[in-house]
């Protein structure tokens, strides 16, 4: 086979590669960098092997049992995310209207809470769920729970969690809503026809026609739940003890809190490495699920 | 089975208050006979699927009655009504095999598993889809997806009807002409009513036993093909049925003559009623219209073209400013650029405002 060689290709990729050396290689290298090397006094390195790595993987050492803590409790946040926001955003785009003058107005009720900066969003919640003035968190006190985010690690999970699901469950149901609207009518008109009930209806035209969206919403969603920072920062700070100390809150303590720098870069990287491996495991598994099952 | 009575049936997209010039139905009252085959032939926007949904209940008529051997169903929801329908695009259910598919109207009505395998085992024989029981639906072509629509509308053995929104439009044309035999012949076997919708005259034509042509949302006539092509009862039928379509001329008619253009042809009945005011025009189909050399006494016309169909030839004239085909005979080639017209009189309908005018013989 005759391939006709034209490197002057290079020259048009080139600007993009070089923007991308600067916005994510350099900086990626600079993390590398220093998860292999210990600093003495200013400015003075010298080469560490790979013994951040094994002191961070190891639960027996300090930090490797903070890692593996924070690594439990990120999964498990993710997870019950996960649990929460996919079933009941696909339940609330269902029950959203199909047409009508109501489409506009519900669609942007519903998009609201994403529009607010994390920040804004953990603002808001931190004063809300004070159990002193705290409209919510008042409320609950005076129905008689013991409700206390800054104290008790069960109240502490749950403003977490609602914040969250309050925030992304948005995001959700829109997807799925655009899956939903994507479908034929005669789709609907089909299973009326065949007598299906509302279940089967749900179960063999609308999840199957919706599987593509979610495998983009569960991808979404674990991502940025799993990179969860903002929230408990600004609404627990971590606490109460580490009880919401997540894997970005410890790296931001041990990073800018302790100027501990080897471990960090080290605890970044194997942190990065857990995302993207957990996202491709997923996606293939999402999307290879069909083939398995043909044969 | 049953027969299908639609009394003043009409309907409108914009609700009861709508003016009755917009509906998209206009009021219609008819019978489907058991085990007809029917077509409902018109173009797009006529008012035919809005038709058919009115007897599936997917829509809910403005106005009139639904009859199935005549007990009322109009208040009836699509899955009571026990009809079959079979949408332009294939509709499958994805998780499912194309068994799975076949059998789930069945499976939903609680049907025996005995007799659901039997029907499912005929219904695929009958359109080859035997071999691809097992296999996914989703990752069949989209012929094969459309086999499975009609298999699962034709699964049924109680439907008082099966209705067909144009099926086979996604369907490649050498296949489309063997579904719709297979079609046909499955019609003969199930003793079904078949109601057809499609814009194709060729598809109606060879279907049906009985064509329903619509237009702009009301049913100009209803009879066999013949009736269709030997006498249209209105201007729209002689002009959308036929390839090509009839000749429509405005004419002055007076007892057994119409003049066309200055030219007077002779009719084989006597129109001396015709409606006041009316606008009147002669239809005469091209197949009934030889071209000849020009002769005294003959209508003239210019030729534009001849277009050779291959066992026919047509002549696409010009009378005045109005276009007019007709035959040319075998054999006869034309001297220059202008003809000369015969008519077969018996062939001549006149037509006030459109519609047929039964002449006295």
Same mark, same amino acid.
């Given at each position: ?295 | 089975?049953?027969?299908?009575? %639609?009394? *003043? +049936? ?6 009861? $208050? ?5 509906? !998209?139905?206009?009021? &219609? /009252? ?95 024989? %009958?359109? *080859? +889809? ?6 996914? $639906? ?5 012929? !094969?997806?459309?086999? &499975? /629509? ?98 429509? +001329? ?13 030219? !007077? ?97």
């Amino acid at each position: 086979m005759k391939k006709t060689l034209n490197n002057r290709a290079w020259l048009l990729v080139a600007p993009v590669m070089i923007v991308v050396l600067f916005s994510a290689l350099l900086p990626v290298m600079t993390v590398v960098n220093y998860s292999v090397q210990d600093a003495m006094a200013e400015n003075h390195f010298f080469w560490n092997g790979d013994a951040w790595f094994r002191d961070l993987l190891d639960p027996s050492t300090e930090i490797g049992a903070r890692f593996s803590g924070a690594l439990e409790r990120n999964l498990i946040f993710s997870f019950v995310v996960l649990l929460i926001e996919v079933p009941l955003g696909i339940a609330l785009s269902l029950a959203l209207p199909r047409r009508g003058w109501a489409v506009g107005p519900s669609l942007v009720l519903i998009a609201l809470p994403m529009l607010i900066p994390w920040n804004v969003v953990g603002t808001m919640w931190q004063i809300f769920a004070r159990a002193d003035i705290g409209l919510f968190g008042a409320a609950l006190n005076d129905l008689g729970l013991n409700y206390n985010d800054t104290q008790d690690p069960v109240s502490a999970w749950f403003t977490i969690l609602l914040i969250d699901v309050w925030h992304w469950t948005p995001l959700v149901i829109l997807l799925s809503y655009a899956g939903l609207r994507a479908i034929p009518d005669a789709f609907y008109q089909a299973a009326q026809i065949d007598a299906a009930s509302r279940w089967s209806v749900f179960l063999k035209i609308e999840l199957p026609k919706l599987q593509r969206v979610l495998v983009l919403a569960i991808l979404l969603r674990f991502m940025q739940s799993f990179m969860i920072y903002t929230e408990p920062f600004v609404v627990t700070g971590g606490g109460p003890g580490n009880a919401t100390t997540f894997l970005s809150i410890d790296l931001v303590k041990i990073a800018l809190g302790q100027v501990d720098l080897g471990s960090a870069a080290a605890m970044s990287l194997v942190y990065y490495l857990i995302t993207i491996t957990l996202c491709y495991i997923f996606f293939t598994a999402m999307t290879q699920l069909d083939l398995l099952k043909e044969e | 089975m049953a027969r299908i009575d %639609l009394v *003043d +049936l009409a309907h409108s997209y914009g609700g009861n $208050a709508a003016d009755p010039q917009s509906y !998209a139905l206009k009021p &219609i /009252s008819m019978t489907w006979r058991q085990g007809g085959a029917y077509a409902l032939l018109g173009p797009s926007g006529c008012g035919k699927t809005t038709l058919l949904n009115l007897i599936s209940g997917i829509v809910t008529p403005s106005r009139g009655k639904i009859l199935f051997d005549g007990v009322d169903i109009t208040p009836l929801s699509t899955r009571k009504r026990n009809i079959a329908q079979v949408f332009q695009f294939p509709v499958i259910y994805d998780t499912m095999t194309v068994g799975q598919n076949l059998a789930f109207p069945l499976k939903n009505r609680g049907v025996p598993k005995a007799e659901i395998d039997t029907r499912v085992a005929e219904i695929a024989k %009958l359109l *080859d +889809l035997t071999p691809d029981l097992k296999r996914k $639906a989703t990752r069949l072509t989209a012929d !094969a997806k459309q086999k &499975i /629509s009609l298999g699962r509308g034709l699964v049924r053995a109680d439907v008082a009807a099966v209705l067909f929104d144009e099926p086979l439009t996604v369907i490649d044309p050498e296949l489309k002409w063997q579904l719709r035999s297979k079609l046909k012949a499955l019609h003969r076997d199930l003793d079904l009513t078949m109601i057809y919708v499609t814009h194709d005259q060729t598809e109606a034509l060879t279907f049906a036993d009985t064509v329903v042509v619509m237009h702009d949302g009301r049913v100009v006539q209803s009879g066999t093909p013949a009736e269709l092509f030997d006498k249209p009862a209105h201007t729209f039928v002689g002009y959308f049925i036929g390839s090509p379509g009839m000749n429509i +001329l405005p004419a002055e008619v007076r007892g057994r003559e119409a003049r066309i253009d200055g030219h !007077a042809i002779a009719l084989d009945r006597s129109y001396d009623a015709l409606p006041a005011g009316a606008r009147i025009e002669v239809g005469v189909r091209p197949e009934f219209v030889d071209v000849t050399a020009p002769a005294p006494g003959l209508l003239s016309a210019s030729i534009e073209r001849i277009d050779d169909l291959g066992r026919v030839r047509f002549a696409r004239l010009r009378i005045g400013d109005a276009k007019f085909a007709a035959r040319v005979p075998p054999g006869f080639s034309i001297p220059g650029n202008v003809a000369g017209l015969i008519f077969d009189a018996s062939r001549v309908h006149v037509y006030a405002d459109s519609r047929l005018i039964e002449g006295a013989s």
